[in-house]
């Protein structure tokens, strides 16, 4: 579905945004950066084109953090309740949208894990979707 739109929000409500297709990839991402980031054994992403994404709703509570011993990883949050929401990656050439924050199903599935080698032995992973050793590029 090429016109499919997705409307996400963080945990409190004050940031809501929209997402457009197409989707540029829908993959789980295991890496220790990802783990701190989300609390979580992997973060689950949807990625996007800039002009994909739309704000609705709280962009000024944004809150943005490029980890400096990084070259392209950053999180971004909500300053009031600190769940992560979309942000532009580092080269400012794509949108991360964490799927956690979606209220809306899209129509694909993930089709990849990503930073295999560096998974949490109690990661979730019961699928048969291609594992990556490192970065998905
Ligand atoms: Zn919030
Ligand atoms: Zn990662």
């Not at 739309?54 to 949050?77: E, I, Y």
């Not at 694909?108 to 992973?125: K, L, M, V």
């Amino acid at each position: 579905m090429s016109d499919e739109v997705l409307q996400g929000s963080c945990l409190c409500g004050a940031i809501r945004y929209r997402v457009r297709a197409p989707f540029v990839r829908f993959a789980h991402c295991h890496c220790s950066r990802c783990r701190k980031a989300t609390g979580s054994g992997h973060a689950t992403n949807l990625v996007v084109a800039p002009a994909n994404l739309d704000w609705v709703a709280g962009r000024d509570q944004v809150q943005r953090f490029d980890l400096p011993s990084a070259k392209s990883f950053s999180t971004a949050v909500c300053r009031t309740c600190g769940s992560p929401v979309p942000r532009l990656s580092r080269d400012g050439q794509r949108v991360i949208v964490p799927a956690g924050s979606l209220d809306d199903v899209p129509s694909i599935q993930p089709t990849a894990r990503g930073y295999w080698d560096s998974r949490a032995p109690w990661s979730c992973s019961g699928d048969d979707l291609p594992r990556f050793p490192e970065s998905l590029g």
